[in-house]
Nanobody, 121 residues
Framework: QVQLVESGGGLVQPGGSLRLSCKASGSIFRINAMNWYRQAPGKEREWVAESSGGGYTSYADPFKGRFTIFRDNANNTVSLQMNSLKPEDTAVYYC???????????????WGKGTLVTVSS
């Protein structure tokens, strides 16, 4: 069974920084892309950033220059460094991974349960 567990959320003041982490565990054969999404209160879930299996990174336009995605393949972990946080960044942040479990022929998407980030003074 595969699990994705996010950590690092919490309360931060506007202008502050926070680093989220997500660790995948279980019988994993290969992880392809890993992504961060977020869902603000009353809004739809939106894509934030991706780290591809080939080591490339990409970001949704609103987060370019403020957020950075990091990946540690040895530990099946993806992190999101968030700087210059604004109140509108308040959301539940989710990671997902396109991965292949041991013994499977094809990959599928797995989601974590999310971690809450609150930006407020």
């Amino acid at each position: 069974q595969v699990q994705l567990v996010e950590s690092g959320g919490g309360l931060v003041q506007p202008g502050g920084s926070l680093r989220l982490s997500c660790k995948a565990s279980g019988s994993i054969f290969r992880i392809n892309a890993m992504n961060w999404y977020r869902q603000a209160p009353g809004k739809e879930r939106e894509w934030v950033a991706e780290s591809s299996g080939g080591g490339y990174t990409s970001y949704a336009d609103p987060f370019k220059g403020r957020f950075t995605i990091f990946r540690d393949n040895a530990n099946n972990t993806v992190s999101l460094q968030m700087n210059s946080l604004k109140p509108e960044d308040t959301a539940v942040y989710y990671c997902n991974a396109d991965l292949v479990v041991a013994g499977a022929l094809f990959g599928r998407m797995y989601w974590g349960k999310g971690t809450l980030v609150t930006v407020s003074s």
